[in-house]
């Protein structure tokens, strides 16, 4: 079964600071790798998603990650944070082949004060 | 509205009663999931329906949850005789009927066992 494991499960940034947040899973087969963001009082969203091709993806609200296979790990990123970016962040995995259940992270809650 | 939803938000019940929740997902995905989430953890696998058919039950889903999707429409997910630890948010997401989907998630159904 796949397991994922983030990191810092708070951070605390001013605006205009860099986000780094880390993820790394446990699997041995072909995985699908996102990211989903929970604003407060919102449901679950899709940030961005990496299936295959090109290792750096790009998602939503200037969010990017990588993927790097040899590290098992699929970090997010966001060279200047604002506010509204305030949220819990999830990182999930889903087995390449199968039912596609997602297998999330704890999260990190994400506070970016003004 | 197009999206997932679920019904109801929230939930208080005393130990011992029987809760049931609904879900009723976008109307042309084929696949439907539940997960739990509890507080500071990711949300975690329940069981999955793919049209009316349940094809995985996690180990987490004891005796007492039993989950249905007749006709392959909405889901219900029944909980007897409820303990303080069922205590936690339901979740409902749904994707197309193709691998790599993604899943839409519902806005939850928070339930308090007193």
């Known amino acids: 079964a796949q397991s994922v494991s983030q990191h810092n499960h708070h951070v605390i940034l001013s605006e205009a600071a860099s986000l780094e947040l880390g993820c790394n899973y446990s699997y041995g087969g072909t995985v699908n790798l996102f990211w989903y963001v929970q604003y407060p009082g919102q449901h679950l969203q899709l940030l961005l998603k990496?299936?295959?091709?090109?290792?750096l993806v790009k998602g939503i609200k200037g969010f990017e990650a990588e993927f790097i296979k040899s590290k098992f790990s699929f970090n997010l990123r966001k060279p200047s944070v604002q506010w509204s970016d305030t949220a819990e962040y999830f990182c999930a995995v889903t087995a390449y082949y199968g039912n596609n259940r997602l297998a999330f992270g704890k999260g990190n809650q994400v506070v970016v004060i003004p | 509205d197009t999206g997932v939803s679920q019904d109801p938000r929230h939930k208080i019940t005393k130990r011992g009663q029987n809760v049931t929740f609904r879900c009723d997902p976008i109307?042309?995905?084929?696949?439907l999931y539940w997960y739990r989430q509890t507080l500071g953890q990711g949300p975690e696998f329940l069981t999955y329906f793919q049209n009316e058919a349940q094809l995985e039950k996690s180990r987490l889903l004891s005796d007492r949850f039993s989950a249905e999707r007749p006709k392959g429409s909405f889901s219900t997910l029944e909980i007897q005789r409820t303990e303080q630890g069922d205590s936690a948010m339901y979740l409902c997401a749904s994707s197309g009927d193709r691998e790599n989907y993604e899943q839409y998630f519902g806005p939850g159904t928070r339930l308090t066992v007193t």
């Open positions: 990496y299936f295959s091709g090109d290792p």
């Open positions: 109307s042309e995905h084929n696949r």
